[in-house]
């Protein structure tokens, strides 16, 4: 038995050699190998265990990236996307770097869904804000997971409080008129169809700041939108009603029918000529989106066809008009006859 054991120990002592460990700390770590193994079974084979599913945890804990990598890399790959989804993305994705800037160093494998929340919370001071920004968090950490840097998205994880979404009033005939009179008047009318194109087609202002006139076709009486031009990333055509015709050729007649329905320096001209209207921004703001939701309101009110305002407005469902876009609040039958057949 001695002699079976002495050679034991030397096969030992030429294993631990190779290691370089000497036998004490090659005690100790038995020790603490089989003091963690401890459960049902043999503590040989659960020892085993904890050494493989401790190489894939280190494995694991090698294969990931900083916040800010993670970032980095999801702004990259969506560089095919539209420039104001990018410009978004990164504004918002940049604005949580700076304002959280333990997160940009942490390990993205290892970022909890509570410090995702915390990390919105401190970046963005509204409901609205930070349910933008949670999207774009929720964009980056899927980056992480395809790119293998951690095992699931945390933000899955993070609840915000819902949003209740207000209708916003239609403007009223007064008002449409008075903006109307000051498309027409201001910078010799440059502004004229863009204005009549959000107002009677429901364009949106991003979509109309795209919109090129080889796009509109009086003949036919169709706007056709582009895929790359939509908000929601699909085509769509909008029907250019009589109302509609007369102010774009109005805005031709004044020599603006070609090229971009918009005028250079539209945001700045946009701002001016609702100034002059009335909308100064202290005792009267603009409503965001206001054009839309007075163009959905009316058709509502007038045509009474909820799916053909859906296919015109390139929603998926009606849902959302229902519950945000239509407020037929103070719209008549003459009303809406008068902006649908008389107004400008």
């Not at 079974?41 to 020892?47: D, E, F, I, P, T």
């Amino acid at each position: 038995m001695t002699e079976e054991f002495s050679e034991m120990d030397r096969a030992a002592l030429v294993i631990l050699k190779e290691t370089g460990l000497d036998v004490m700390e090659a005690a100790l770590l038995a020790y603490e190998l089989l003091q963690a193994s401890r459960g049902r079974g043999s503590r040989w084979k659960r020892a085993k265990k904890c050494i493989r599913l401790g190489e894939e945890a280190l494995a694991a804990k090698e294969k990931t990236v900083a916040f800010r990598k993670a970032v980095d890399e999801a702004i990259e790959a969506r560089h095919d996307r539209r420039k104001r989804t990018r410009d978004d993305f990164r504004y918002i994705s940049r604005r949580l770097l700076r304002l959280c800037p333990e997160m940009a160093r942490r390990p993205v494998r290892f970022i909890t869904p509570g410090e995702c929340s915390l990390c919105l919370e401190k970046s963005f001071g509204t409901l609205r804000q930070r349910h933008k920004a949670r999207l774009v968090l929720s964009g980056i950490f899927g980056t992480a997971v395809k790119r293998g840097w951690c095992a699931e998205n945390p933000v899955a994880y993070v609840e915000l409080p819902r949003m209740k979404e207000h209708s916003i009033p239609a403007l009223s005939l007064e008002e449409m008129r008075r903006l109307l009179a000051a498309a027409e008047e201001y910078a010799g009318g440059a502004c004229l169809a863009a204005v009549g194109l959000m107002l009677y087609g429901g364009i949106r202002p991003e979509e109309v700041r795209r919109l090129d006139w080889a796009q509109i076709d009086l003949r036919e009486g169709v706007v056709s939108l582009r895929a790359r031009h939509s908000k929601t990333g699909g085509p769509r055509i909008v029907t250019i009603r009589p109302v509609l015709k007369n102010l774009l050729e109005k805005a031709a007649a004044m020599g603006f029918g070609a090229g971009s329905v918009c005028p250079r320096s539209w945001p700045e001209k946009w701002r001016a000529l609702r100034r002059l209207a009335g909308w100064d921004g202290r005792e009267k703001k603009w409503p965001a989106d206001v054009l839309r939701h007075t163009f959905a309101s009316y058709f509502a009110r007038h045509f009474k066809n909820m799916n053909e305002l859906q296919m015109e407005m390139g929603h998926a469902s009606s849902d959302l008009l229902r519950t945000r876009y239509v407020n037929m609040e103070g719209i008549t039958e003459m009303t809406s006859a008068v902006f649908w057949e008389e107004l400008p």
